[in-house]
DNA sequence: GATGACCTGTGA
DNA sequence: TCACAGGTCATC
């Protein structure tokens, strides 16, 4: 996804219309698909007959607790997944990618009792399933992130801020577009060595992590920053003018300002 | 820590 | 036909 703020509206969807109902099937047509040596035929055996009571989040994993003693569904979206409840799609499309409804694109599927589903609908394939997924190795969730947490996290890492800010298992949940949009709203070049940060840069980045998080979520998601427009050849810096620079940092495409990003 | 691989769809 | 896409993993 779909970032956090894509798995959080999953999450509030599966929380509000996929809880407490039976499962009588699994449906599970990709076997690439289920990781860790998962099969379609053992999901089956520990789902079937029982209900999702929680629907719980870890930066982009969203894992749905089950009744009785059952294992946790751990559910990824990748680049492309979106969970779909009884033919209904959470949030709003996604930007980047296909967003039809061609039933191959549902990779996993819960079939209720009651006739509905909960499915994920992934065209690119990138997302995953599995069962008690390790959310351990998943770094503080973004929206719990506290300066002091962000501190931390950045000492002692050579590696551009983006990076860093990427790295699930220091920050979980941030990915390409909200940590441009992070970056751009502290006014802080991703491309900076973390550590290098004074604590100003760290405070201005801790609070624009935490605004960013809480504007772009009412806004509708990740792809609503106010750079994002501008993420595009030609694309003026809609705080200042000037031309926005697209460059690889960290492995991914970054759009900066470079007037007041330093 | 940087790079390429994974997979498929879209638009230039 | 090609470049690119909001993620993650293995590998050097």
Redesign the pocket.
Known sequence: ???I??AETARRLIEAAALGREIRAVRAPDR?YLKDGLTPAALGRVLLGRRLVAARRR??LLCCDTDGGGPTLGL?L??SGRVVIDGVAAGDP?????N?DRPAWVRFELRFADGGSLGLRD????GSVRLDPDEGRLGIDAFALRLADLRSVLAG????LK?VLMD?TAVAGL???LVDEVCFRAGIDPARPAAALDADEQRRLARAVRTTLAVLGRRG???TGDHTDARTPGGRCPRDGAEMVRR?V????TWSCPRHQR
């Open positions: 996804m779909p970032e703020l894509e690439w930066g982009k990824h990748g680049m996604l930007r980047y990618a296909a039809g065209p690119r394939r990138l890492r050579r590696a551009p990076a699930q990915g390409n577009l998601g990740s792809h690889r960290g492995g991914r495409t």
